[in-house]
């Protein structure tokens, strides 16, 4: 009798465990997705999830890739933001890998556009090996060697590289070793010819083998440090051997049921997202049409307030103390500036504000695996092609993030953009973004991840594609197509596409909300930097779907159990 007990209890057992897999197995998705806008990184992210690596090892390979093809908007030689998704252990976290102020950046005076003196102490060699030793399951070599392969063999020019070295081929042609990658024969290389990038491969195999160390102590460090010296660039060997990677607290707050989780300061993009955000709760908007002008007029005056506190009130939370981060996302806040939004008071500046110039040249992907893990990556050298410079026989060029810090007494810069003292350049500091990776939650689970380059229109981005998805409940598709709308509070005007404010819109708007709109269509903002890459995750399908922008050239990937789709 007893062992007939016993033998009931042990079958009872193997029966629960059974089940408990099978439940495991079950809720692992069909596939993992990698969305970028260059189909050569997202490939290269696809294949290191098909070899076993994780959301973080895709990133790390799409990353690296990007920096290689796409070097207009990011590479080794500048820095980024990442918010992670860990679904084991439902763990967010917000990586800060951007670039940090040189020691002497007070010493010498503000030259931050082109050359090595705009560039910023580089931080994507070692936010990637941070997220790589802490997060993910490759080795260094499994994550980065395709990426060498492509640097050596070489990648068709597409239409933004085209575009990028077109605009600034006479700064190119400032430094020789640049001109040599990007101006063969001192021409612009036209869409569809192949660069190949010898030197950067190497610079990569050296990474490859050395790590962080290389980068920021070995030979790369003096060869980058002494070669910019001779220019006039002032970073040293202890810049770069003192550069600390910072895990930061996400911020997250609630809209309409969701959850809304994005980048904290440095980056003014959660900041704006959620305050913007949380003023709309105020307000019925699912009740409107999407291109109602009612709607877009409540959309207008949301990111008014919100790029007002912006200009005013955010920097580097390791500078300045006093950030009260919990009241501009607060939603007592919020309603107080719904209620001057019902009386039709304008937003007004509370403080003295000064020249901040961040540049629309950043990239963003996006990345789930099949276990559900999800990277979020925003990355940038600033400008197109960052400070122009390469260092001479490494292929990297360095950034020009430099140039987002506020300076006293200056004037808005092409983008009318403008910030506060609390934006003033001082050693080690980060300059204020607008970069935003952002990740929603339904009951505790993520169902979007997206993000999105363009300087500050990378804020309205990212708003617009979640009221368009929350408010008026369109699928991911149709919400990263849908037409947006972008006001950055000064210069005092709307910025938007023809699909969402048309002639007939732009008249109302004009009469009954006295709202300018440019004049110029040859104006910076006739051309939008704007591309969502978005994955939705459908939790109860246990499917995944990416989204890459319209607006640009696409680059989704899925990887699948049967092998790869491209």
Not at 81 to 86: C, G, H, K, S, T
Not at 282 to 311: C, G, W
Not at 440 to 462: C, E, Q, R
Not at 523 to 530: I, L, P
Request: proline share 5%; net charge positive.
């Amino acid at each position: 009798m007893q062992r007939v007990k016993f033998f009931f209890i042990k079958l009872i057992t193997v029966i629960l465990l059974l089940q408990c897999l099978q439940v495991e197995a079950k809720q692992q998705f069909s596939q993992g997705v990698v969305v970028s806008k260059n189909e050569i990184a997202s490939k290269v992210g696809a294949d290191i999830l098909a070899k076993g690596g994780n959301a973080i090892d895709a990133a790390i390979g799409t990353g690296y890739t990007i920096g290689v093809v796409e070097p207009q908007g990011s590479g080794i030689g500048g820095g980024g933001f990442a918010l992670i998704y860990l679904a084991k252990t439902k763990k967010l976290i917000a990586v800060d890998f951007r670039e940090r102020a040189p020691q002497n950046i007070n010493k010498y005076p503000y030259e931050f556009r082109i050359g090595p003196k705009a560039a910023g102490i580089p931080g994507t060699v070692a936010g990637l090996e941070y997220l790589r030793k802490k997060y993910g399951k490759l080795d260094r070599k499994q994550d980065i060697e395709p990426v060498i392969k492509v640097a050596r063999q070489g990648f068709p020019v597409n239409k933004t590289l085209n575009y990028a070295i077109t605009v600034q081929q006479e700064n190119i042609r400032k430094f020789e070793s640049t001109k040599k990658i990007y101006l063969p024969n001192d021409k612009v290389p036209q869409i569809g010819d192949v660069i190949k990038q010898i030197d950067l491969a190497n610079s990569l195999e050296k990474i490859e083998k050395g790590g962080t160390q290389e980068f920021y102590e070995g030979g790369l460090a003096k060869t980058i440090t002494d070669e910019a010296q001779k220019v006039g660039g002032f970073l040293t060997l202890n810049d770069l051997k003192n550069y600390k990677v910072h895990e930061v607290q996400p911020i997250c707050s609630t809209y309409r049921g969701k959850k809304i989780c994005s980048f904290p300061p440095p980056s003014s993009g959660g900041v704006c997202i959620i305050e913007a955000l949380n003023i709309l709760e105020n307000f019925n908007m699912p009740s409107y049409q999407y291109t109602s002008p009612e709607r877009i007029h409540y959309v207008i005056e949301a990111l008014k307030f919100s790029f007002a506190d912006r200009a005013t009130k955010l920097g580097d939370p390791r500078f300045n103390k006093d950030l009260n981060i919990n009241e501009l996302t607060s939603k007592d806040y919020a309603k107080k500036i719904a209620e001057r939004i019902k009386t039709s008071e304008k937003a007004i500046p509370s403080s003295k504000v000064y020249e901040t110039a961040e540049k629309p040249q950043t990239t963003h992907f996006t990345v789930a695996d099949k276990d559900g893990n999800i990277v979020a990556m925003t990355m940038s050298l600033n400008g197109h092609l960052g400070s122009k410079f390469v260092v001479p026989d490494t292929g990297i060029l360095l950034n020009n993030t430099l140039d987002d810090f506020s300076l006293p007494d200056s004037k808005p810069n092409q983008f009318g953009l403008i910030g506060n003292d609390k934006n003033f350049p001082a050693p080690d500091k980060t300059p204020l973004s607008s970069m935003s990776p952002t990740i929603v939650f339904d009951n505790d689970k993520p169902v979007l991840a997206l993000g999105s380059p363009g300087g500050p229109t990378i804020i309205s981005a990212v708003f617009n594609t979640l009221l368009a998805y929350i408010d008026n409940q369109m699928t991911v598709e149709q919400a990263v197509a849908a037409g947006r709308v972008h006001h950055q509070w000064m210069p005092d005007e709307v910025y938007a596409e023809k699909s969402l404010i048309d002639e007939k819109t732009q008249k109302t708007l004009e009469d009954k909300y006295n709202y300018n709109f440019p004049k110029d269509n040859k104006s910076v903002w006739s051309r939008f930097y704007w591309n969502i890459q978005a994955i939705e995750l459908n939790q109860n399908k246990q499917s995944l779907k990416g989204v890459s922008d319209p607006r640009t050239e696409q680059g989704v990937v899925y990887e699948k159990k049967l092998g790869i789709l491209y």
